[in-house]
């Protein structure tokens, strides 16, 4: 990463803004695309501040000028108008902690002095428990301007008091990602080193673990989906870490443990911080993906290769809809014969597929254009 803790100097007519600290720069390849097509859809004269992570460091392409990368934890912040960008910042899907405790302690101070915030493009879940209403009331409902990505979060808001004229339907940002570099040779070669054969048919999963790291059973219902539709349909098998944090909660430890249950051999990509071009890359050579992980099957789409999904929290079932993406099953029920059976399908229909995934992917770009609408009222901020 370049520029870290250091940046250019701003020109007094630019717009400054500060880019709230969500998870960027942690190890999420999702937050990577998220981040990186919002500011390729910027102006030239907006410079943002954006807090990243320390494990930034580790991540495969620098962040581009003119904004300034900032390690959270370390220095003094200047309080610019605010900015939460992508992700989903109200959920409890994985408990009242992360992210809603956190990005409430993060947006408190703006509201005590008066800064505003703008939500972009973010992910909305309705909350339930008393706890996540009470942040939601106290840190969230005083956000000045939200677009969404889908009808659904729309809302969930309303339903928790935030008025319609504040809000506009989007996308995820995700989709106005723009390819920089193509990476097609070197994700042949890529292939090939680590065992897999870019000219045979490929299936690239991509598990989760999190909370649902003791349901073993599911696990094991997926290996048999696996190892049934690799036999029917002479698939080799690859799985893939969209987040690359070690550790039991994430997608190697998932994977891990999934690989060890099949009958058949399988590769584990080495679980390394891609970049989004190196990420598209690796998948065009799939011919079928399984994911478990929402920004996983927007990247399966934009790389042309159709997904299955295995539904995990509110926005899973809201992309699904919208992209007509097959699903094989729950994150917390998996019936194997189901979901061997929805891989061959998709692949017994990949040229069908081949010819729906330009339009999903315009479509869905299409959506998300009105995802920078509020940004706007920075103008009036400049410094």
Known sequence: MNQTEAGPHVQSKRIRALQIFSGLGAGNIGDEFMARAFWQQLSADTVLDVIVDSGAARQHAPYPLPHRYLVRGRGRQDLLPGLVV???????????????EYLAGQLRPFHRQGVPVDAVAVGVDLLHSAPARRLFREAFHPIRSWTVRS??????????????????IGADLAWLYRSELPFNEWAAAYWRQIGIDPERPLLVANLVNLRWRDRRQVKRNIAAAL?????RMNLQLAFFCNECRDGAA????????????????????PNRYYSPDETLALLRRASVTVGQRYHFIIESILAGVTPVAILRGQKMQS???????PVGGRIDGVDADILATVIEQALAERTAWSSKLPGIRERMAIRARPDLVF????????S
């Open 151 to 168: 009808p659904r979060c729309q809302e969930a808001l309303v339903a928790m008091g935030v008025s319609p004229e504040c809000l506009r």
């Open 319 to 325: 992309l699904v809809e919208d992209t007509q993406t």
């Open 250 to 269: 994430y997608d190697f430890a998932a994977a891990s443990d999934v690989a060890a249950m099949l009958r058949r051999p399988a590769v584990l990509v």
């Open 227 to 231: 190892d049934a539709a690799a036999v």
């Open 375 to 382: 940004v706007h009222e920075l103008a009036r901020h400049r």
């Open 86 to 100: 992508g992700t989903t910042p109200v959920t409890e899907d994985e408990g009242v902690g992360w992210p809603l």
